[in-house]
């Protein structure tokens, strides 16, 4: 990514207005780094204690020893942070605004009051159905105003949620259900999203198959479509909320006990069960998403992401809720039924924060600038982006079309495991430059280090591995079930960090810019694909002998998916063929895991102990094969030719 000379820093207006300034900023972060045991104690606050706690940070990164205890003699509830808090002073006030999939369709406001009774029927019900505190609860839903009430109905309870994307496969589904041993999945009949219909209920029916018996499915009617009942196991909760209690009393739960686990791809086949606890989650959720968006009392702020992945848990639903704020969940995509949706919603319901991901930005970008001028925008104040490395194409756009040269952009740098913001431009403290992620939040100590000898790289300008040299409150625990693989995955190649998996460059200025992975995932439209688990779910086909599968670069994706195939003995490489490996995986993971090109190969390069070199397989994806580097080392140097010869990307 090129790194332009143009910066643009924030006009004195925001830099006046704004929660922090420059000024504040560098203040702010030296305390944070001198003294983080005050810094955080300070920040604790900013959460509702039922036993305020008398310990900070509690934090060993020594592998063998990993233990990241934030605020551990607390107890709090999340959902009384996020809605009873709120009562006394804005009852009345929206908090969610719920805008579905058909335009035509009216835009449900759903007051803090009304949000209370909603959870508190929500949870009364999961408790008529056998979960108590520590029971984990999936939540398999459209992004309608119950998946909001499911989370939070989980948390008053003290069930930890662990939500699957509607998009994925009830095999994906089944897996994460057993996987974290829950005892309940919430569902909806359909799912509605961009003109066309999810049938959810059929997909839990068939991972059902694949689960425990006693597991217990609670069904939400979105649509009203033809479902199928198994009595005893289904239970209707347009039915049961008629009759359940508006009252719940909010469990005190200790700070360290788990929120929620989040399922995510890692380099290896099996996804991860991010575990998320409460306290400290809680505490970053809402401090950046106040700071880091400005956000106001009054604003009304919207994340496009859905409640699937850990954007929509943070910036959709906890940190918006705890600080106050109205919130939109949007059911839809945004080129349904036109390009001019996502704008149409800001000016609708005067929107103050925009978030959303490159890869829309750039989607929308390509249909021109006419479907958002008719928009009326002069209510947007932030923009922001998420999921991967925004090209300066497409910053401009944003900054001069969408934001018409007003509204400072954050391109915040985080992840699945960080449970909120680790790098960003505030808006009123930094000149931004487009496409870099500028500089650390509070708190946070990057550092970036040699990738083979761990040496820390001083100085400016610099590249290499992104390491996180201290903890944050949000940072996750564990990996649920298995605290090794936590250790294993983030503290042993770079002992004494966190390792975040993407390399990064620090420049002249000492500003930040993430370069993209460094192991084997791929960013596909913003979201986190293992290869491992597409090549998986390759090799499972009968057909298939062996699969490697890389990223490439993708207009609209940033990253699309390439994979190099090996059929079994005798069987023909067709079209036919290829389109059925595609459906094959979309089945197997979902739609989100499409292969976009597949290459069948003869051979796959590899070194003489057998492992494949994926170095040559990425070059030859890139379309960049002129530098292969050294293939000497191969068990057969031929393959590469016949696979340069034969790629797909030209
Ligand atoms: C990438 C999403 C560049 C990065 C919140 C990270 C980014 C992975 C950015 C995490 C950004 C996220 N600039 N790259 N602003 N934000 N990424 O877990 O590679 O779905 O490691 O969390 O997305 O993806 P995840």
Redesign the pocket.
């Known amino acids: 990514m090129s790194q332009t000379a143009k910066t643009y820093p924030p006009s004195a207006e925001m830099a006046a207005s704004a929660h922090v300034d420059a000024a504040k900023y560098d203040a702010m972060y030296a305390a944070s780094i001198a003294d983080p045991d005050a810094f955080w104690k300070e920040q604790g606050a900013r959460v509702d204690w039922m036993t305020p706690f008398t310990q900070v940070k509690d934090v060993d990164y020594t592998l063998g020893s990993v233990k990241i205890n934030w605020y551990a003699d607390g107890t709090l509830n999340a959902s009384a942070n996020c809605i009873d808090r709120h009562l006394e002073k804005r009852g009345d006030q929206t908090a969610i605004i719920f805008e579905p999939d058909n335009p035509e369709e009216d835009a449900q406001h759903i007051t803090y009051k009304e949000l209370h009774a909603k959870t508190c029927k929500m949870a009364n019900i999961l408790k008529d159905l056998g979960v108590t505190r520590g029971d984990r609860v999936v939540i398999y839903l459209p992004m309608i105003p119950e998946a909001a009430y499911a989370m939070l109905a989980c948390a008053r309870i003290g069930a930890i949620h662990s939500i699957v994307f509607a998009g994925f496969s009830p095999d994906a589904l089944a897996a994460r259900v057993n996987g974290s041993e829950a005892k309940v999945v919430i569902t909806a009949d359909h799912a509605p999203r961009g003109g066309r219909s999810t049938p959810l209920k059929t997909n839990a029916d068939q991972a059902l198959l694949h689960c425990d018996d006693s597991v217990k499915c609670l069904v939400v009617k979105r649509t009203g479509g033809q479902t199928t009942w198994v009595d005893g196991r289904d239970f209707d909760y347009n039915a049961l909320v008629e009759g359940a209690s508006a009252d719940c009393a909010p469990e005190a739960m200790g700070a360290e006990d788990p929120l929620f686990i989040l399922y995510?791809s890692g380099s290896t086949g099996q996804p991860k069960g991010v575990v998320h606890t409460t306290g400290g989650y809680m505490v970053y959720a809402s401090m950046t998403h106040e700071i880091t968006f400005d956000y106001k009392d009054g604003d009304v702020f919207w994340c496009t992401a859905d409640v699937g992945?850990?954007?929509g848990h943070s910036y959709i639903v906890y940190g918006p809720l705890a600080n106050g704020a109205t919130t939109i969940m949007f059911e839809g995509v945004p080129t349904f039924p036109d390009a001019s949706r996502f704008w149409q919603v800001c000016e609708k319901h005067k929107v103050n924060q925009f978030y959303t991901a490159p890869t829309a930005i750039r989607a929308l970008m390509g249909k021109g600038d006419d479907f958002v001028k008719k928009a009326d925008l002069s209510s947007l104040r932030v923009l922001g982006?998420?999921?991967?490395?925004?090209n300066p194409e497409a910053w401009n756009w944003y900054n001069d079309v969408v934001g018409g040269g007003r509204c400072p952009i954050v391109?915040?740098?985080?992840?699945?495991?960080t449970g909120g913001h680790l790098m960003t431009p505030l808006p009123g403290a930094h000149a931004m430059k487009p496409g870099s992620?500028m500089k650390p939040f509070f708190g946070i100590q990057p550092v970036v280090l040699e990738p083979t000898s761990a040496e820390q790289l001083e100085g400016n300008p610099v590249e290499g591995v992104l390491c996180i040299a201290d903890s944050w409150p949000g940072q996750m625990r564990t990996i649920w079930g298995d605290h090794e693989r936590f250790e294993k995955t983030y503290f042993s190649d770079y002992p004494g960090y966190y390792f975040?998996?993407?390399g990064c460059k620090r420049d002249e200025d000492g500003d930040y810019w993430?370069t993209?992975?460094v192991d084997d995932v791929i960013?596909v439209s913003?979201?986190?694909m293992g290869t491992a688990e597409v090549e998986s779910a390759l090799v499972a086909h009968a057909k298939v002998a062996e699969a490697a599968v890389v990223g490439y670069p993708h207009e609209i994706k940033g990253q699309g998916i390439y994979c190099y195939v090996t059929l079994m003995g005798g069987e023909e490489p067709t079209d036919e063929l290829r389109l059925e490996l595609r459906n094959w995986v979309r089945t197997e993971i979902g739609p989100i895991a499409s292969p976009d090109l597949i290459q069948w190969a003869p051979g796959l390069p590899k070194t003489r102990s057998g492992k494949i070199m994926r170095r040559i397989l990425r070059k030859i994806a890139e379309n960049d094969h002129s530098t292969l580097g050294d293939t000497s080392t191969l068990a057969d140097p031929s393959v590469v030719d016949d696979l340069i010869e034969n790629r797909m990307n030209r």
């Open positions: 995510t992945w850990v954007t982006t998420v999921g991967e490395p925004i391109d915040t740098w985080w992840q699945t495991e992620a975040t998996g993407d993430i993209g992975r960013n913003g979201h986190r």
